[in-house]
């Protein structure tokens, strides 16, 4: 059991880390010449009927831009980790993102991002190969940001999970 909590102990604390180190990535945002998002925080995501907690940070700016309006191949980083009743459900981190788009909409910023992560579900062993796509939400000073995760296995099992951050902020520049 001390073995269990030394476990979770050190990964929330590497998410707190890595945190604080992707707000040192949030400095692109302002030297960035494209579009930029950055994020980190909590949300909580009900699960039949249970509320659970759900940690993440990304990071994403530059690429090339097409003219589909999405931004290939940009710089980024993307994590998560899933807790259900006290228990890691869920560690995500990306390998790839391949592409993200910013748009304005009602109320603020939208970003989304599409990429490939390794991802420990469960009690299985980490597995390579994991399609992700994050749609993130800015309201800026006018309310609540909120994140909207979907996970495809390679066996092609989806797995979603969104939430309003009760923690954190998103920064989105167009």
Do not use: C
Request: no cysteine; glycine share 10%.
């Amino acid at each position: 059991m001390l073995k269990k909590k030394m476990f979770v102990f050190s990964l929330i604390s590497v998410f707190i880390v890595l945190s604080m180190i992707s707000t040192v990535n949030a400095q692109t945002i302002s030297v960035s010449k494209g579009p930029a998002a950055f994020g980190a925080g909590t949300f909580v995501h009900d699960h039949e009927g249970v509320p659970h907690n759900h940690y993440f940070s990304f990071s994403v700016s530059d690429g090339n831009f097409k003219k589909d309006g999405w931004y290939y191949k940009p710089d980024g980083k993307f994590y998560m980790l899933a807790t259900h009743e006290n228990e890691i459900h869920m560690i995500a981190k990306s390998d790839q993102i391949q592409r993200f788009q910013v748009n304005k909409v009602k109320g603020g910023l939208n970003v989304g991002f599409e990429g490939v992560a390794t991802v420990k579900h469960m009690n299985e062993d980490w597995q390579k190969g994991w399609k992700f796509t994050v749609e993130a939400f800015d309201s800026g000073s006018k309310g609540q940001d909120s994140i909207h995760i979907m996970f495809t296995a390679p066996d092609s099992t989806e797995h979603h999970m969104e939430g309003t951050l009760t923690s954190g902020n998103i920064l989105i520049k167009k």
